[in-house]
């Protein structure tokens, strides 16, 4: 109990401290004090001020709100799935919502209330669709990742051929393909913002069942647990914060894999303090990896899905490496 106390506590400061450091730097640096005087005390005149306000608490707040959502969602899709090495943009999900968000572009100017519902739509379908898959060819950990690898490729080609159809589909889409933060609004945030809160909030609650899940599909049966029903509510959980991040950050990959494996090891697998711990540990991550993406070659910025791809691929293979011949090819 003191060690996750502990363990909270400096998460929380690490938190903290990414969103002020995100905030502070940049190709113009903004003092803490000209940061709390813009958002606390009306200050909106001067250069820091505007900058602050306009630029960089968009920008934060949204590498805050996908980092937590993609991370509880990869940590929800790991248990459901009994599979370590599930995770939204390895199984298809990324891609199903990305492509939902581009036919609807393509077909009809979309606002900001209906391109997370979308973008929602698309990730359940993608889910259910590797789930289904994966059933049906014996549902081991291995084949729902196989699965899942495959509809990805699938919907990647197929967000290809509709923005090189239509061009005008989506703006920005080398930002989008990649996951990025660029030219973010608030006005695109507050309803995915409700999204995700909504989804984080509903699977802290339902951690019971979540743990009586991860126990397999046979023992949650003989505990008394509506497996089915259970397991599509919170694969739709999942989908909704993969949906509502991907439609303002786009197809950001590899923070469901490595914040849950991280958190794990830090609290432990039971699923409230997992979830808080992911919903934490994600918004720091990808806040830190956005600053890093805008300094590191300034007065150059690269997409933050760049970054996180060269931190998740190694991750991802030590982890094949680490259940070859174990569990992944039960």
């Known amino acids: 109990m003191a060690r996750n106390k502990t363990v909270f506590a400096a998460l929380a400061a690490l938190l903290l401290g990414a969103a002020m450091l995100s905030l502070c ?10 940061i709390l005087s813009a958002l606390f005390c009306g200050e909106r005149e001067t250069v820091g001020a505007r900058i602050v306000l306009y630029t960089r608490l968009p920008r934060t707040a949204a590498a805050l709100l996908a980092g937590s959502g993609l991370a509880v969602a990869g940590a929800v899709i790991q248990t459901v799935l009994c599979n370590p090495l599930a995770a939204p943009n390895i199984i298809g999900v990324n891609a199903s919502a990305g492509l939902a968000v ?7 100017p979309m606002s900001a209330v209906s391109t997370p519902l ?7 379908a993608g889910v259910l669709l590797v789930l289904s898959l994966s059933e049906l060819a014996g549902a081991s950990c291995m084949t729902t990742v196989l699965a899942g690898i495959a509809v990805s ?16 589909a989506l703006s920005g889409y080398s930002d989008f393909r990649i996951g990025g933060f660029s030219g973010v609004t608030m006005a695109q945030l507050a309803p ?18 979540i743990d009586v899940l991860s126990l397999g599909t046979q023992t949650a049966m003989s505990l008394g647990l509506s497996v089915r029903p259970v397991r599509l509510l919170l694969l739709t959980l999942a989908a909704a914060m993969c949906g509502a991040a991907i439609s303002f950050a786009g197809l950001l990959g590899f923070v469901g894999l490595i914040v849950p494996h991280m958190m794990r090891r830090l609290v432990g697998e039971e699923s409230a303090r997992l979830n808080l711990a992911c919903a934490m540990g994600g918004a720091a991550l990808v806040t830190l990896c956005d600053t890093l ?4 070659f300034a007065p150059y910025e690269l997409p933050v899905g760049i970054v996180l791809s060269f931190a998740g691929v190694p991750f991802f293979l030590w982890l094949l490496l680490k259940k070859r011949g174990g569990r992944a090819s039960d």
């Open 25 to 34: 730097v940049g190709a113009v640096p903004v003092s803490p004090g000209e």
């Open 102 to 108: 581009t036919i609807a572009c393509a077909l009809t």
């Open 118 to 124: 979308i973008a929602f739509a698309g990730a359940l």
């Open 153 to 168: 490729n699938l919907l990647g080609a197929a967000i290809d051929a509709v923005v090189t159809l239509v061009p005008d």
């Open 192 to 209: 995915a913002a409700v999204m995700i809160l909504l989804g984080i909030v509903l699977a802290l609650s339902l951690s019971r069942q």
């Open 293 to 296: 993406a805008r300094v590191l």
